[in-house]
């Protein structure tokens, strides 16, 4: 897998998928690319409603972007 930078909205939308899923738009283009490189899934939520999720590799690139900045 090539490895590429997040843009600015893509790391915007990787944030926002962290600190509140609820708010995410279902049909911003940026999760796409982030779904694509793992660091986001949908998943089932108890209402039945789907929301995104930061995947463990997404949180790993977030701790380690943090530590830089």
Do not use: C, Y
Request: glycine fraction near 2%; avoid cysteine.
């Amino acid at each position: 897998m090539e490895r590429t930078m997040l843009s600015p909205h893509e790391f915007a939308t990787l944030l926002l998928v962290k600190d509140a899923p609820n708010q995410v738009d279902m049909d911003r283009e940026e999760l796409d690319a982030l779904l694509e490189r793992q660091l986001v899934q949908l998943e089932n939520v108890a209402s039945g409603r789907q929301q995104w999720r930061v995947t463990e590799h997404g949180d790993t690139a977030l701790k380690a972007i943090r530590r830089f900045s």
